[in-house]
């Protein structure tokens, strides 16, 4: 029942059309968490997924949750360290959808430790998944998203990107990156019609989080969906709206 209009208003039966119908779009670390979210909402909204991450049990389910809401929905195993995994999925992704709109670069690992503690290997691979992943997804749908005029690419960094916390090292170098990064992602694709634009999270209830900090107070704790819609918004806003930088404060930042 509509409480807001009358039964005999004009719009009391109107369907609202899908804010993101026909537009294809690529999430990596969308096996769960944030990921997974996100790719829920985006295909509420009528985008066609692709999901992309290690972990081929969990890619897999989340298709076909999304082809459950009537979208149609590739998992392809990638890890976003290795420039051949993230060219082979855009390629399959080119080749069955013939296109992709929109990328959200989500995959991301999280090793907490004071400096004296942080050791090479965490540090390398903290750059390479949160960092360097970021990169090479974004090179390998660039110009392709230039060349069709529109494109829309949303860094997932946190509010780790902003303010460098204790034990954080590793994790907040490679986020307040990927910050800059997005910033020159949209200014080199904005004559293109490609957007690029960054959220930074708090603490988001996921295994990521979990795993970190098992004293947490779960109802203090953003939860993916928040996160997902946001990314949604963002997606969905009109071409003339560049929103470059979303922030997302919880009570235990
Ligand atoms: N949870 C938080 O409090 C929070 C706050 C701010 C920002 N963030 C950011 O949000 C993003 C999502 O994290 P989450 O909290 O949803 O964590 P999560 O539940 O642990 O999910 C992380 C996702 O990233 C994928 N991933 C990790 N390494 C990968 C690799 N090398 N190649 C491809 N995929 C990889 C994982 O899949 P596989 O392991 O199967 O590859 C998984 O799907 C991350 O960038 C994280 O830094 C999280």
């Not at 409480?3 to 059309?17: D, G, I, V, W």
């Not at 949750?65 to 992704?93: C, F, H, P, Y």
Request: charged content about 25%; aromatic content about 4%.
């Amino acid at each position: 029942m509509c409480l807001r209009h009358s039964a005999t208003c004009a719009y009391y039966h109107e369907e609202q059309p899908l804010k993101l119908e026909n537009r294809i779009a690529i999430i990596t670390g969308g096996g769960r968490g944030i990921g997974r979210a996100t790719a829920l909402e985006l295909a509420k909204e009528g985008a066609d997924i692709v999901l992309a991450a290690r972990t081929e049990n969990e890619i897999a389910a989340v298709a076909d949750e999304v082809k459950q809401l009537g979208r149609r929905a590739l998992a392809i195993t990638t890890d976003v360290q290795r420039k051949t995994d993230v060219d082979r999925m855009v390629s399959e992704t080119l080749d069955i959808f013939g296109k992709v709109d929109i990328l959200v670069n989500n995959a991301g690992v999280a090793i907490h430790n004071p400096i004296p503690k942080i050791r090479e290997e965490d540090w390398d691979v903290t750059m390479a998944v949160n960092l360097k992943g970021v990169f090479l997804c974004t090179q390998a749908v660039f110009s392709h998203m230039c060349g069709q005029k529109y494109g829309h690419i949303v860094n997932v960094s946190s509010v780790s990107g902003k303010y460098g916390h204790v034990n954080g090292g590793a994790y907040c170098a490679s986020k307040f990156a990927v910050i800059g990064f997005t910033e020159t992602t949209n200014n080199e694709g904005r004559p293109h019609g490609v957007k690029s634009s960054v959220v930074c999270p708090g603490p988001v209830d996921t295994k990521m989080r979990r795993d970190n900090h098992p004293d947490d107070v779960i109802e203090h704790l953003t939860q993916p969906e928040d996160v997902a819609d946001l990314i949604l918004f963002l997606v969905s806003q009109s071409p003339r709206a560049h929103t470059l930088e979303t922030v997302i404060r919880t009570p235990l930042m």
